[in-house]
């Protein structure tokens, strides 16, 4: 579909990084050690937890232009650009370039901006049930804002059991219960991580469901420009 120079500039950057860093990776599973006791020294299932986040990403990054095929649907430029500087907070600098273990919060502001981003996508996901243009008039702005705050909780909780699944079956560490030189958190302190980000998850999308019960209830036409936009197929 069509997109601004801005959302192809950073298309192209963000899939070039994470494939070049896929190369990359690849080689260096082969050469680093499996076991090392320098935490400056990444192991083999370090190089492979960035593996899986940069593959995963590369598929990611096409979700918007499946959306916009499958469902005829345009996705606002803001939502797409929001979405793929994610993708490259995320996965290229938090996992290839360490941000998560250079910067104590890293994580907790990803997920806190993901929370209030899988808020906004609530309310899309409102018009696209209801096959509308619009948020339907008759529905109360309350159920609206509720649905668009479970959606985007849910879709965290989503998030932490696929990091639990393949944390066991892959020996990956995206839960974060071993700490960079190699200690492994036990009891309350292992859960600490997970329990943090479905808590600020929950407080992006509060937020974000605030403001659009808000919007709706004063001024609907903020939020609908947050909608998908159903695409002409005449023209």
């Keep these: 579909m069509n997109k601004t120079k801005i959302e192809k500039a950073l298309y192209y950057f963000v899939l070039i990084s994470m494939i070049v860093s896929i190369i990359f990776i690849t080689v260096k ?4 050690p499996s076991i090392s006791d320098d935490p400056s020294i990444r192991t083999k299932s370090s190089y492979t937890l960035m593996l899986v986040q940069c593959v995963l ?29 994610f993708l490259y907070c995320a996965i290229f ?16 502001f990803l997920h806190t901006f993901s929370g209030g ?8 996901i409102v018009t696209i049930i209801n096959k509308t243009e619009k948020i339907p008039v008759n529905m109360s702005p309350f159920f609206v804002a509720l649905f668009a ?8 909780v989503m998030w932490e059991f696929y990091e639990y699944t393949f944390d066991g079956l892959l020996g990956l560490n995206m839960q974060k219960f071993i700490l960079e030189d190699g200690v492994q958190l036990v009891g309350r302190a292992a859960l600490s991580d997970t329990m943090m980000d479905l808590f600020v ?16 209830k004063y001024n609907p036409d ?5 909608r998908f936009k159903k695409i002409d197929t005449d023209k």
């Excluded at 981003?117 to 899309?124: K, T, V």
């Excluded at 903020?222 to 947050?226: A, E, K, T």
């Design 93 to 108: 600098l938090g996992e290839v370039r360490s941000f998560y273990y250079l910067f104590d919060n890293w994580d907790t």
């Design 57 to 85: 990403g590369v598929v990611a990054i096409h979700i918007p232009d499946i959306i916009e095929h499958k469902l005829r649907r345009d996705i606002p430029s803001m939502m797409v650009t929001m979405y793929i500087v």
């Design 117 to 124: 981003m899988l808020g906004s996508l609530g309310f899309s």
């Design 222 to 226: 903020f939020i609908n420009r947050l």
């Design 149 to 156: 705050f479970c959606f985007a909780v849910t879709m965290g």
């Design 201 to 216: 998850d929950a407080f992006g999308a509060l937020i974000m469901s605030i403001i659009g019960y808000i919007s709706l």
């Design 29 to 32: 599973i082969f050469l680093a």
